[in-house]
């Protein structure tokens, strides 16, 4: 158990999951998500499904030791909208707390595995909406690049 986690945490997570499924076992999505958030991490409602279908067992339920898998599976996500926020965050050289539809354009279409400018133009339509705003903010861009697209 302890191969992600040190000791300290492992009794932390323990205690949570004593706390909030007291049989020892979670049997739902649901429940999945009020344990995990009762521990501060942010699941999406589409996680937890995909958490809950990837680690149940044939009776439909996770026991701690697949709890600590999928908060494993969950902190490495929650880690790598956390460096694209950082990554965002190093390009705004005047600390503005945002970007402009300019800069984020030059970023995501001339920089790494760069995108179309299509890509860019919904991406921007996505987190602005209507809006004729200029201004990207950065956490709703990381909430929408991070969001995962519907399966239809």
Known sequence: MSKYFNEKDIEVYRQCFK????????????????????????????????????????????DFAEFLNILHDHIQIENANDEILNAFKAYDVNKKGYLTTKELKAILTQTGEALSNRDVEMIIQEVNGSSKNDKINYEKLIKVLSTPLSSF
């Open 19 to 62: 706390l909030y499924a007291k049989e020892g076992i979670v049997t739902s999505a649901d429940k999945l998500g009020f344990v995990m958030r009762s521990l501060s991490f942010k699941p999406t409602k589409t996680e937890l499904e995909n958490y809950f279908n990837k680690y149940k067992k044939e009776d439909a339920q996770i």
